[in-house]
């Protein structure tokens, strides 16, 4: 679980161009948007289309992305209960 | 009709133009057939979440336009017109890149959505809060002109006082590719000094983005008048002369009014003969320099041109690097810019002291 929470940082770093934000600054538990890492609605469906890539994960109501995508815990738990791949 | 005026300028190119206090001071030399722009620190000028989703070309197109701004001590302006060749080439072979890749399956929003022609003119807008006019051209190498009738259209008549305008191109890999594979980019890496004797096909490919401030109000910070404009799709190399002729007479002017000649030379061994008609020709006794050595070929190149015609009347200085021949004027007043692209889109523009 802890790999997987590592990857989603490195991966989020990477696709959302997040070129001033080290690992260690995000932890776990800090919420990805509003007022902790200030993600917004178009990194949400980079978000979205990253799950059905990488972990065979379809998102078919956009809605519940707001609760997947809360925490990197949160993000962890769910691609580790649902992932096809 | 209202004079119109360069008030301010903003320039992102091959060489240190980001700042506005020197002129061509240091010159950076090339060995290579693509030449990349020399970057300012971009996190002085865009917030780092407004910049993550930026590629190059539209980073470079902000920032000189906010030098421009900045200059010209505004903080809006009543239209932004931009020109560009290619657009945000980076971000459209990016997103085509990926169709391919992913068998047009997991396709990503943000390049996509940046990937458009007026993407600078559209972010410059959001940054500065400018509901006015937005446009943009894609002309090939006559985006950045066409930007500039615009504009002086605008201003004469004045149904505007201040209008940002700028020329940006971004350098794209996958496109770069495939001009070398048609040599229209050299094959063969190039001292950039000796651009105008490689006698070679094709040119040095180059970027960069280049903002003025255009108004009917000088200013103190005034660089030049723009006297005219005027641009060919085609023009066969036999009309070339008679037409500058008509340019220049349209203008009240002849070729003795002319103190220099900025010429686009690019080194391209089957096209600089266009340039060769003039400077060889009508302007033999005039002062001629060019600059393509110095920012590379691209669609809007001529904008970096027109940097330096406004820089040449307003510092009274022309740099030894870009000298074409070694005739000097006793000053200089009147400054033409002949540009054109493989024969085709040529442009003729004139610039007055202010």
């Not at chain 2, 980076?90 to 990926?98: G, I, L, P, W, Y």
């Not at chain 2, 070339?240 to 070729?255: H, I, Q, R, Y």
């Not at chain 2, 940097?307 to 005739?327: F, V, Y």
């Amino acid at each position: 679980m802890s790999d997987l929470k590592q990857e989603l940082k490195e991966k989020i770093i990477t696709q959302l161009n997040l070129e001033d934000i080290a690992i260690d600054e995000i932890a776990d538990n800090d919420p990805l948007f509003g007022d902790g890492l200030g993600l917004d609605s178009i990194d949400a469906l980079e978000l979205i289309v990253m799950l059905d890539k990488d972990y065979g994960i379809k998102l078919t109501d956009p809605k519940e992305g707001k609760k997947i995508f809360e925490s990197i815990e949160v993000m962890a738990n769910y691609i580790t209960t649902h992932r096809t791949k | 009709m209202e004079k119109v005026f360069i008030n301010s300028i903003g320039s992102i190119s091959a060489q240190k133009t980001f700042d506005n206090k020197v002129f061509l001071e240091e010159i950076t030399t090339y060995e290579d057939n693509v030449i990349p722009a020399i970057e300012p620190n971009y996190k002085d000028f865009i917030p780092p979440a407004a910049a993550r989703r930026m590629a190059k070309g539209i980073k470079m197109g902000v920032v000189a336009a906010k030098i421009a701004m900045e200059e010209a001590n505004l903080s809006n302006v009543d239209a932004i017109i931009t020109g560009t060749g290619m657009g945000c080439v980076r971000d459209s072979e990016k997103f085509v890149t990926a169709i391919l890749d992913n068998q047009e399956q997991f396709l990503t929003p943000t390049s996509f959505i940046q990937s458009t022609h007026n993407t600078v003119a559209g972010q410059i807008a959001l940054g500065i809060g400018c509901k006015g006019y937005n446009f943009t051209y894609v002309h090939s190498s006559i985006s950045f002109e066409s930007a500039l009738i615009d504009a002086l259209m605008q201003l004469q008549t004045k149904e505007a006082e201040n209008i940002l305008v700028g020329g940006v191109d971004e350098s794209g890999e996958h496109t770069n590719t495939i001009h070398k594979l048609i040599q229209h980019i050299k094959l063969e890496k190039i001292n950039t000094n000796k651009l105008l004797q490689s006698n070679t096909e094709g040119a040095v490919f180059g970027e960069g983005a280049n903002f003025f401030v255009l108004s009917n109000n000088k200013q103190n910070s005034c660089y030049a008048q723009i006297l005219g404009v005027k641009t060919f799709n085609t023009l066969p190399i036999s009309k070339l002369t008679a037409n500058l002729e008509g340019f220049l007479k349209d203008n009240n002017l002849s070729v003795d009014d002319i103190d220099v000649l900025i010429s686009g030379n690019n080194g391209d061994l089957n096209f600089d003969n266009y340039y060769l008609e003039l400077t060889q020709g009508l302007f033999n006794n005039t002062q001629q320099v060019y600059y393509k050595h110095l920012s590379g070929e691209f669609n809007t190149a001529s904008s970096f041109g027109f940097w330096l015609g406004a820089k040449i009347l307003k510092t009274q200085h022309i740099p030894s690097e870009i000298a074409l021949n070694s005739i000097k004027s006793k000053g200089f007043g009147t400054v033409l810019l002949y540009n054109q692209y493989r024969g085709k889109n040529h442009s003729f523009t004139l610039l007055r002291q202010c």
